[in-house]
């Protein structure tokens, strides 16, 4: 799956790292990222990893996702998760109806936010689509630079029918922005709040909504799909990216400033280094086996493997940034030290519930795993960013 032209993109947010880093108080102090952050993603086509090339993305895979959100961190976590959340969000909304797809990606830039469930009631069944009656939704990454919003709905498939998970595209214009994004760290994502009116409620086209069973390449796919992977297994995969990414800030960090101790005490380098490399190492292995399977979008072993593995690496990354963080003396509290945002970023993305081994970890519980893991969108037991 990985091929030569992965390395552009890589070698390309590798470069623009070093300018992240430059924005990245700034996009802290703004609680969203700069318009110049955005821009030098643009520029580099970052965003469009994961959108097929007939559609005028690069049609790369989701090892070149994590690869890019891993570099991208390193300068910047916030740039990072954003870039990881808009580009898998492009990978879905390839999957709708033409149409849709001819909306969404006319532009020369494609940028749409994700949110995986609104709060409120289940979406109406109307002739004319679906009717969004005064829904909220929170932690959705990006919105601030976003056209788009893919929104995940309770909705029928038909009138009278039970409601089941869907996905629902949304213009960002069409909703009302919510200014709560107060958090501990990812402040640089802006991943605020939305509602959608109340009355008459927002009219969603049908073209314009899709089962999320039809992100399973298991099932049909009413409007064809552009690789045989399932969203389940690596809808978050990317995000496993920007804890690689941070981990490596903050050995960069370390490196770079006076904590070069050699005494009994001194910070052991190599060996985190080498946790961060065995997790990014479990993650490619996981999306080549996904690739390779015999069965579409991967068994259910496979699926369960990759999600076990995308919370490893989560917690293995976290727990290397506190490591590097405690042992950085006292200097880290302050604002302006680099390493205190680095730590600050790391904690927030590890809350996501996709780093949370307990959820996702027992490798004898594939069946449990797969089944929860279809119905989280719909669930949702704990609300984090997208």
């Not at 958090?183 to 089962?211: D, Q, Y």
């Not at 910070?267 to 490399?277: F, G, R």
């Amino acid at each position: 799956m990985a091929t030569l032209t992965n390395i552009e993109p890589v070698a390309a947010a590798r470069a623009l790292a070093p300018r992240l880093r430059e924005h990245a108080a700034e996009a802290d102090r703004l609680r969203t990222l700069p318009d110049a952050t955005v821009r030098l993603l643009d520029e580099a086509r970052l965003f469009d990893v994961l959108t097929p090339r007939e559609l005028g993305g690069t049609g790369l895979g989701f090892d070149t996702a994590v690869l890019v959100a891993e570099e991208l961190s390193r300068g910047c976590a916030s740039a990072g998760w954003v870039c990881a959340v808009l580009g898998g969000t492009a990978w879905a909304v390839a999957q709708m109806a033409p149409r849709a797809r001819e909306e969404v990606f006319a532009g020369p830039s494609t940028r749409i936010a994700l949110q995986l469930r609104l709060g409120g009631p289940p979406a109406e069944r109307v002739a004319d689509g679906y009717l969004l009656h005064g829904m909220r939704g929170r932690f959705c990454s990006g919105i601030d630079h976003a056209d788009w919003i893919l929104a995940g709905v309770s909705a029928p498939r038909t009138a009278g029918a039970d409601p089941e998970p869907h996905f629902a595209l949304l213009p960002r214009e069409r909703t009302e922005g919510v200014d709560d994004w107060h958090t501990s760290g990812l402040r640089g994502t802006g991943s605020r709040s939305f509602t959608t009116p109340a009355a008459p409620g927002l009219l969603v086209p049908e073209h314009r909504v899709l089962p999320l069973s039809a992100l399973d390449p298991l099932n049909t796919s009413p409007y064809g799909r552009p690789d045989r992977m399932a969203h389940t297994a690596v809808g978050t995969v990317a995000l496993a990216g920007v804890l690689l990414g941070t981990a490596r800030a903050a050995l960069d960090a370390h490196t770079e400033s006076a904590g070069r101790g050699s005494g009994p005490d001194a910070l052991d380098v190599p060996a985190l280094t080498a946790t961060v490399d065995a997790a990014r190492a479990l993650l490619l292995a996981d999306l080549k086996a996904l690739a390779d399977s015999a069965t579409p979008g991967g068994s259910r072993e496979e699926r369960a493997r990759m999600r076990r593995d995308i919370a490893h690496a989560g917690t293995r990354c976290r727990a290397v940034v506190n490591a590097v963080y405690e042992a950085s003396g006292s200097g880290v509290i302050y604002d302006d030290a680099p390493l205190q945002r680095i730590w600050r970023d790391a904690n927030a993305a590890a809350q996501h519930p996709t780093f949370d081994l307990r959820r996702w970890g027992p490798p004898h519980l594939e069946a449990h795993t797969e089944a929860r893991s279809t119905t989280a969108t719909a669930t949702a037991p704990r609300e984090t960013p997208a």
